[in-house]
C-alpha cells in the first residue's frame, strides 16, 4: 500500500511545482506592466531586452520597469532608471557601438535614438528630483 502512494504523492508534488511556475510565467505574460530589479531573476530575464541587459551600469542603484500599452497605438516599454547621476556619456557611447545614431523623434523626453528596426526607438533622459538618468527602449508593436 505504500509503494503504491508514493507515485502518486510524487506526481501531485511535480504537477504542484509546474502549475506554481507555470501560473507566473502565465502571470507575466498577461501582465501591464511591472517594476523589478536585476536580483528578481524571472521578471528580470523574462522582460529585460538584450540592449538594456548590458547597458553600462552607471550607478549602483537601478531598478527596471515594463509596460504593455495597449490601445490604438500599442507599445512595449521598458526602461531602466538609474538613481543618482546625470551622467550619460556611457549609455550614449554604448548605444553609439551597438548601431543607434542620435536623432529623430521620441514618445519620452530627452535625447532620441534610432538603430536599425524601425519600430523600435530608445530615448535618454534626465529627472532632477531625485537626480536620475532614465533610458526608455519603446517598441510599437504592429
Known sequence: ????????????????????????????????????SEKDKRDYDFYTPELLKNIPRITKDFRFTY???????????????????SDTSKIDIYLERNGFKKGGVCDYRGDCWTGN?????????????PITVIVSMVDKVK
Open 1 to 36: 500500500m505504500k509503494n503504491a502512494i508514493k507515485p502518486v504523492l510524487i506526481t501531485f508534488a511535480i504537477l504542484a511545482i509546474g502549475m506554481t511556475y507555470g501560473l507566473h510565467y502565465l502571470k507575466m505574460v498577461f501582465a501591464e506592466g511591472a517594476e523589478y
Open 67 to 85: 509596460n504593455n500599452e495597449s490601445g490604438p497605438n500599442p507599445a512595449l516599454i521598458h526602461q531602466v532608471r538609474f538613481i543618482g547621476t
Open 117 to 129: 528596426e524601425p519600430n523600435i526607438n530608445v530615448s535618454v533622459g534626465i529627472e532632477e528630483d
